[in-house]
């Protein structure tokens, strides 16, 4: 089940995060104030985070918002499944979630940025598979030879 996620989320998401293999120790650091920023201001501005809880367990998690300065065009910031259950379907329910969120709010265009790097492969074709297409490509961006995927989707 996919519900609204809650300050008491946040040790699991972390976890969940970090145990990806995907992310560094500072963009879960990064999450952390997200999270904490979500909870305290941002859900009220129209942030949307969102838990997937499967028998009890959370596996999963979705963050999105409406892009400042844009007509309805939203970025999708996180988006994690447990490395356990990764490639079972999960990934693009939260997906769905993040395009249904955005759509019920006269969202037009999904934007996600992703890394270059060879250990994100697989989230780039994830994203080609959900319709997504790449937008750019914006070279050194993370870092020097690390580029950013800039991805979109009309919606």
Not at 35 to 48: D, F, N, P, V
Not at 50 to 68: D, M, N, R, V, W
Not at 81 to 88: E, F, G, L, T, W
Not at 141 to 151: I, T, V
Request: charged share 25%; proline share 4%.
């Amino acid at each position: 089940m996919i519900r609204p996620t809650v300050p008491a989320d946040t040790p699991e998401l972390l976890a969940i995060t970090a145990g990806t293999g995907l992310f560094t120790d500072a963009d879960v650091a990064t999450l952390d104030e997200v999270l904490k920023e979500y909870h305290a201001e941002h859900a009220a501005l129209g942030h949307h985070c969102a838990t997937y809880e499967q028998a009890g367990k959370i596996i999963g998690f979705t963050y999105f918002a409406l892009a400042p300065m844009t007509d309805r065009t939203w970025d999708l910031w996180w988006i994690v499944v447990s490395k356990q259950i990764q490639a079972r379907g999960i990934g693009g329910e939260l997906l769905r979630h993040a395009e249904d969120g955005a759509r019920a709010d006269k969202g037009r265009l999904m934007m996600v940025p992703t890394s270059s790097l060879p250990s994100y492969e697989l989230t780039r074709r994830f994203y080609l598979k959900n319709g997504y297409e790449v937008a750019g490509v914006l070279k050194d961006y993370y870092a020097d030879g690390h580029d950013m995927f800039l991805f979109r989707k009309r919606l």
